[in-house]
């Protein structure tokens, strides 16, 4: 999966809509502290779904949306568009987007979708909020003090089989409740001998 271009409105300092185009190798974002260099990085690990306030630097989800200046009021939403192409060329437009009091809405190539469906398809192409690619301030010291078992979450995520759990566990629990409804026909049909 490449990623193409960014777009965000009403994200943090980005009040104005802006574009960030993405070109092939490396980007660098440079500029004087406080100019918004994180909250790039952050617009796209939150349009992919992330969904600790935390990480985003904030005490909840709705810090996201431009809090206003002295000379200018605050927005009612924000909203960051991610335009990638996957391994066969075709293009995946993620939109996500959060309203006061409203909550997150995500589309994907403009179609209403859930935050999972979203997060399956990003883990599938082993990228996601969570990607070992989107290297943040910390986050190496973080990486070698990391547990075992969260290097290799890290690896997994890495390897895109980090989707294959989350459907492991969805099997699981249909199968669950599929032996359930199946030892209740079997006493039904037992009382009915
Ligand atoms: P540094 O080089 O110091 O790490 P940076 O370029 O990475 O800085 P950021 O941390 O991305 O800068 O941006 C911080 C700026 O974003 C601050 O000026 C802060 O006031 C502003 N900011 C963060 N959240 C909001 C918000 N919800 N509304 C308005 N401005 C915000």
Request: proline share 5%; charged share 30%; with cysteine.
């Amino acid at each position: 999966m490449e990623f193409r271009k960014l777009r965000l409105s009403g994200f943090k300092s980005f009040v104005e809509p802006a574009e960030l185009r993405i070109e092939p190798g490396l980007t660098g974002v440079v500029g004087p502290n406080g100019c918004g260099k994180s909250n790039l990085l952050e617009a796209i690990r939150w349009v992919m779904g992330e969904n600790s306030p935390k990480s985003m630097r904030g005490g909840g989800m709705e810090d996201v949306i431009f809090a206003g200046t002295a000379n200018r009021p605050p927005r009612d939403f924000a909203e960051v568009q991610l335009h990638a192409v996957d391994s066969d060329g075709e293009p995946l437009d993620v939109t996500r987007r959060i309203e006061r009091g409203a909550g997150s809405a995500y589309r994907l190539n403009g179609d209403d979708v859930r935050a999972k469906d979203v997060s399956l398809i990003l883990a599938d192409a082993a990228t996601g909020a969570h990607s070992p690619a989107l290297v943040s301030q910390g986050k190496i010291a973080q990486v070698i003090a990391a547990k075992p078992t969260e290097r290799r979450m890290m690896l997994e995520e890495a390897a895109g089989i980090a989707g294959l759990h989350v459907r492991r566990r969805d099997a699981e629990s249909k199968l669950r409740s599929t032996e359930k409804n199946l030892e209740r026909l079997e006493d039904l049909m037992a009382g009915l001998d």
